[in-house]
């Protein structure tokens, strides 16, 4: 599975920004999908989720009730849209992909086996 992860700019606090992972290779039914950011000098952290399934969606306490993550299985691509922006969201954005994850490993970079390049969010204060 190739990633391609895309829609990073530099926005302002409170505004949104809507990420995008596109797939190829094989399609993401039945793959978890997550996303994970680094800021400067920080160690990578997750920030969402979706399951295998794709019912299940689950999210860092930093970006709940803020950012949601949605499929789009025509297109083979997962969001993740991100609203009220916070300069602490500044980072580099990557989407992983895994079709072994199981719910209670959503949240660690190792449980999944594909990685996309990163797109940079910059929010100003």
């Known amino acids: 599975v190739q990633l391609q992860a895309s829609g990073g700019g530099v926005v302002q606090a409170g505004e949104s920004l809507r990420l995008s992972c596109a797939a190829s290779?094989?399609?993401?039914?039945?793959?978890?999908v997550g996303w994970f950011r680094q800021a400067p000098g920080k160690e990578r952290e997750f920030v969402a989720a979706?399951?295998?399934?794709?019912?299940?969606?689950y999210f860092s306490n930093s970006v709940k009730g803020r950012f949601t993550i949605s499929r789009d299985n025509g297109k083979n691509t997962v969001y993740l849209q991100m609203n009220l922006l916070k300069p602490e969201d500044t980072a580099v954005y990557y989407c992983?992909?895994?079709?072994?994850?199981?719910?209670?490993?959503?949240?660690?970079?190792?449980?999944?086996?594909?990685w996309g390049q990163g797109t940079l969010v910059t929010v100003s204060s």
């Open positions: 290779g094989r399609t993401l039914r039945g793959v978890a």
């Open positions: 992983a992909a895994g079709s072994s994850v199981i719910t209670s490993s959503l949240g660690m970079e190792s449980a999944y086996a594909y």
């Open positions: 979706s399951s295998r399934t794709g019912s299940g969606t």
